[in-house]
């Protein structure tokens, strides 16, 4: 069994008096301190070495490692595995060989703050992360609880709100929680102007304009056409929300989106399942630029572009646990490219909207087996003082699972 050399301790603004027994006897025990300057300082005069963090991350993992032997301490913000050092560390070395003892999480000591209960609210962090990923969270009445970059993303929020209808939204900003300097500032995203202490944490109770006419970015699939940056080349939204239902993200799934246009079917699939991954393949630059900015704009992590045709260009790409086809379905070499992709289990859904793309996933349907479905939607339009349906074109969807 490996001995734990690795503490990592979670510290509050408090310091060191703000630390139980068991943490504060890692820290008595500790022959070398990692940390930010921030929490070195904490240490005061003590004399023992101690190391700050560099950058890149990687320089200090591996002085951490030379260290294997020594009792380490490293020295983190609140909880350490709520966006902090302590997930890296344990996965860098193990479970085995660390001890992690968390402090009070900025989100716990908000929700104390504010009288909100955390089970009911999404805590997400801007930290080393763009300002779009908010917007995977936004949605009339959501309480949301954000990290912050520095003293300047409450002001980046507010505006980014504004321009999404969402001025109305409250705002209070925390500084420095759980010591002598903690500050409290409320506000709304219309009127923020406010710049901060670098070290915050923003709380939102999300409010849409009062006329109601703020876009509604909700998370079940079929977002709008509007909100997507296209060419033409997009799966419409009723059909987009048939084949997310088809694709059934799961929790760290691997998504290969072939022929992806936009990039609508990766950004809602990555927006239905956080845990999961999506690889796009389009050939077309403007399209890839479409892709980036898309998800980019709707909060999409996890999105890989991989310029290039298939089946070429899926050489070397991470194994998918689902594939979608939205172009190129008429090629039947790249279907037995990707149906060879698939594992054991492996999941595959491709969509057709010409006779020639049809034929060849009914030709697939019968050498693989799986079931195939025809989706025809007509929306009401009017017609002089009259209405009428008008029909989309109808696209041919193909399901299979790989056994």
């Not at 992690?100 to 909100?116: D, E, K, N, V």
């Not at 900015?293 to 646990?321: S, T, Y």
């Not at 339009?381 to 009259?386: A, Q």
Request: aromatic share 4%; net charge positive.
């Amino acid at each position: 069994m490996s001995k734990i050399w690795l503490s990592i301790i979670g510290i509050g603004e408090d310091g060191l008096a703000g630390l139980n027994a068991t943490a504060r006897a890692a820290v008595n025990g500790a022959e070398v301190f990692i940390g930010g300057k921030r929490h070195l300082a904490m240490l005061g005069d003590d004399p023992r070495p101690r190391e700050a963090w560099d950058n890149p991350l990687r320089e200090t993992l591996a002085k951490i490692r030379t260290l294997k032997g020594k009792q380490v301490c490293v020295l983190a913000t609140g909880d350490p595995m709520s966006y902090g050092i302590g997930v890296t560390l344990c996965r860098e070395f193990g479970m085995a060989q660390c001890l992690c003892i968390p402090h009070q999480s900025a989100f716990s000591l908000a929700c104390a703050r504010l009288g909100w209960p955390l089970a009911e609210v999404d805590c997400l962090t801007l930290h080393g992360r763009p300002l779009g990923l908010l917007n995977l969270h936004l949605r009339p009445n959501a309480r949301l609880l954000v990290l912050s970059e520095n003293g300047g993303t409450p002001k980046e929020v507010a505006a980014m709100l504004r321009r999404a209808g969402y001025g109305a939204t409250k705002m209070s900003v925390f500084e420095n929680m759980g010591g002598p300097r903690e500050r409290r500032h409320d506000g709304t995203a219309q009127t923020w102007r406010r710049k901060v202490g670098d070290l915050n944490t923003i709380a939102l109770h999300c409010l849409a304009a009062a006329d109601a006419s703020a876009p509604r970015l909700m998370r079940p699939a079929g977002l709008a056409d509007e909100f997507f940056q296209h060419d033409g080349q997009l799966t419409k939204q009723d059909v987009r929300a048939v084949t997310l239902a088809a694709l059934a993200p799961c929790p760290g799934d691997v998504l290969w989106d072939v022929g992806a246009g936009a990039g609508s079917i990766a950004i809602e699939f990555l927006r239905a399942e956080p845990t999961a991954r999506a690889i796009t393949i389009e050939q077309n630059p403007k399209r890839i630029a479409n892709i980036r900015a898309n998800g980019e704009n709707l909060g999409a992590r996890n999105l890989q572009i991989v310029e290039g045709a298939a089946p070429g260009a899926l050489k070397g790409l991470a194994k998918p646990d689902v594939i979608f086809i939205g172009g190129g379905v008429s090629d039947g070499k790249l279907l037995q490219a990707c149906w060879r992709a698939l594992p054991k289990g492996g999941r595959m859904v491709a969509n057709a909207a010409s006779m020639e793309g049809e034929a060849a996933l009914f030709r697939f349907l019968q050498s693989k087996g799986g079931e195939m479905t025809r989706i025809a939607v007509s929306h009401m339009e009017s017609m002089g003082g009259l209405h009428a349906w008008r029909a989309m074109r109808p696209v041919s969807q193909y399901r299979g699972r790989k056994s």
